[in-house]
Every structure is written in C-alpha cells, then in structure tokens.
C-alpha cells in the first residue's frame, strides 16, 4: 500500500466519522469509532539488501549464557530464521543446525572472518548476533519473570574478506513489554515468548514494517 493510498483512506475515514456525527450524534459515535480501521505507519527498514540472499546466521553467547542455555545458539538463530523467512522476499537462510554444530566442531571459529564464514555455506551475507543479555528473570526477585534479550547485529557480505559490516546495530527486547514482569509462569514459556519477541525486533531491520500509528 502506497503513502497516497494511506493518506486517501484515512480522509475517507475522517469524511464518515464527521458525517456520522451529523446525523447520529455522539452516542452513535461511540459505537462505531471501534469498528474503524486503527492508523497505521511504514517503519523503513535499516538494511533491505538481504532480499534474494542465502544468509547464514551466526550467534554469539558468552560461556556463562552457554552453561545455563547449551541450545541457545541454535534457538535463537532458527527463531530469527523463521522471521526472515516470513517477512523479506527471496530470503533463503542456511539449516541453523549446520551453523551450530560448525561453532561446535571448530574450537577457533570466533577468531575467523565472518565472510569466511558464509563463504563455507555459500551464503552471500552473514547475519551476526551477538548476545550481551539473555536474562529470564528480575534481578532483585528469582520468582519474578521477565525476559530480556540484548544483541549487537552486523552484517557481513561474503565477497569481501575481512571487511567491516556493512550494517551494524543493536536490538534491546523485553517480554512482557511493559510492567514488573510476571509471576505464575515458567523459564521455558518466557524464553519462548522472549525470543519469539527478539526474532521480531531483530528480522524487522531487514524490511519494511507497518505498524500501529501511536
């Protein structure tokens, strides 16, 4: 949907509202503002050049992380997997596993080049995530949950060896978003919701995003 078109839907939308109130009044009003269409907007993505690329996707986790999460490396990439999938045109992404069991089989494979990387995979992009938080609860309460996951992203193209990333940022999510955290629930079905959450943050700098108009 073009800008135009929003613009033109929006006008329309306001005409019917201001015609409604004429002829049925207020008390009217109240009945149908919720059946309206809400506002939306077009969040550009940062870096839309991985449409119609193989990317692999590498995560990074300190040894502490690693110790109390062993499969989080593999969790993480295949939640922002299917999220890529889902959302940028012509993306293929190489089997997360092969990325996993390649760090576990490599004891020097965070001192290689990312681009060297890929090119194992024939990938044309490399997707690094680099874990600095991945938290389930508060640190003031064991019994209070809520997951945080923060990650410095870089992208790194494949033909050019030992390159700066061609894109580069940081994701900071929180499940719940907003509030305390919550009691009554587990470590895996926060983790689950956490990472679900992040693989959105993360995947959404990589196209064009329509969300709601605050």
Not at 82 to 100: F, P, Y
Not at 106 to 115: I, K, R, V
Not at 121 to 137: G, I, K
Not at 200 to 214: E, F, L, N, S, T
């Amino acid at each position: 949907m073009t800008e135009n078109t929003r613009v033109a839907r929006r006008l329309v939308g306001a005409a019917v509202v201001t015609l409604l109130v004429t002829l049925a009044g207020c008390k009217s009003l109240v009945a149908i503002l919720p059946l309206l269409p809400e506002p939306t907007k077009t969040i550009p993505a940062e870096y839309p050049y991985l449409t119609g690329k193989k990317v692999a996707i590498v995560v990074r986790a300190d040894l502490e992380t690693l110790s109390v999460y062993p499969q989080v490396q593999w969790e993480v990439a295949d939640h922002v997997r299917v999220q890529l999938e889902s959302n940028v045109r012509g993306v293929s992404v190489v089997e997360t596993r092969k990325i996993v069991d390649f760090q576990r089989s490599e004891p020097n494979w965070e001192t290689m080049d990312p681009a060297a990387i890929g090119k194992r995979f024939s990938a044309d992009r490399v997707l690094e995530l680099d874990l600095t938080q991945y938290t389930t609860r508060q640190p003031e309460s064991e019994y209070l949950y809520r997951g945080q996951i923060t990650a410095a992203l870089r992208v790194y193209n494949t033909e050019y060896s030992n390159s700066q990333p061609a894109h580069q940022t940081q994701v900071e999510t929180s499940y719940p978003p907003a509030g305390a955290g919550q009691y009554g629930t587990s470590d895996r079905e926060v983790r689950r919701a956490t990472m679900e959450a992040f693989a959105q943050d993360a995947a959404g700098k990589y196209y064009d995003r329509v969300v709601k108009a605050k």
